[in-house]
T-cell receptor, first 114, second 111 residues
Framework: EAGVVQSPRYKIIEKKQPVAFWCNPI?????LYWYRQNLGQGPELLIR????????DSQLPKDRFSAERLKGVDSTLKIQPAELGDSAVYLC????????????FGPGTRLTVL | RKEVEQDPGPFNVPEGATVAFNCTYS??????FFWYRQDCRKEPKLLMS???SGNEDGRFTAQLNRASQYISLLIRDSKLSDSATYLC????????????FGKGTHLIIQP
């Protein structure tokens, strides 16, 4: 069974540029998470989807970050414009159903903002 | 947002020794707890869930103390391959908000 797929794996951009990350969860998983992980820190939840509905986006900086999961399958996280402090690893994870707590993580996208 | 606290370490432990570390959580509504393992530049992977009665999986034992609001992880007969960062997670459950990872504890097993 294929795991969580993320692309790109690495991205280098200049500040003020836009950037987008894509995630395809494990087939059949209804819950999808986006995290940001800074060096030496644990993952910080940005947004959680139950199917196509965003149910926890309290930590998403909505002035520059947006996310969508239109058909309840794959998802895109966008930053526009990027700032130096956005440099981090962006992780996507999925779970089979609401309340099923084990999360399966993708390999992440390492973003560097210059 | 409620906090989950871990000692970042590093814990330097000789091979074969037993090592234990704790994780404290401040949200008393937390219902589910987990330990994840993260290798350098890799994604986190579930190590084990933490049940109220405690649970054991081979050399690993996890325990929950609700009264003092902490969970623990014990590793017996440590192996070089146990070197990693161990992340604890507190989860409110029931679809509620507030899933929180700790910063992780860095463990180094020395030959």
């Amino acid at each position: 069974e294929a795991g969580v797929v993320q692309s790109p794996r690495y991205k280098i951009i200049e500040k003020k540029q836009p950037v987008a990350f894509w995630c395809n969860p494990i087939s059949g998983h209804n819950t999808l998470y986006w995290y940001r992980q800074n060096l030496g820190q644990g993952p910080e939840l940005l947004i959680r989807y139950e199917n196509e509905e965003a149910v926890d986006d309290s930590q998403l900086p909505k002035d520059r970050f947006s996310a969508e999961r239109l058909k309840g399958v794959d998802s895109t996280l966008k930053i526009q414009p990027a700032e130096l402090g956005d440099s981090a690893v962006y992780l996507c994870a999925s779970s089979p159903e609401v309340g099923y707590n084990e999360q399966f993580f993708g390999p992440g996208t390492r973003l560097t903002v210059l | 947002r409620k906090e989950v606290e871990q000692d970042p370490g590093p814990f330097n432990v000789p091979e074969g020794a037993t090592v234990a570390f704790n994780c404290t959580y401040s949200n008393s509504a937390s219902q589910s707890f987990f330990w994840y393992r993260q290798d350098c530049r890799k994604e986190p992977k579930l190590l084990m869930s933490v049940y109220s009665s405690g649970n054991e999986d081979g050399r690993f034992t996890a325990q929950l103390n609700r009264a003092s609001q902490y969970i623990s992880l014990l590793i017996r007969d440590s192996k070089l391959s146990d070197s990693a960062t161990y992340l604890c997670v507190a989860y409110p459950g029931g679809g509620a908000d507030g899933l929180t990872f700790g910063k992780g504890t860095h463990l180094i097993i020395q030959p």
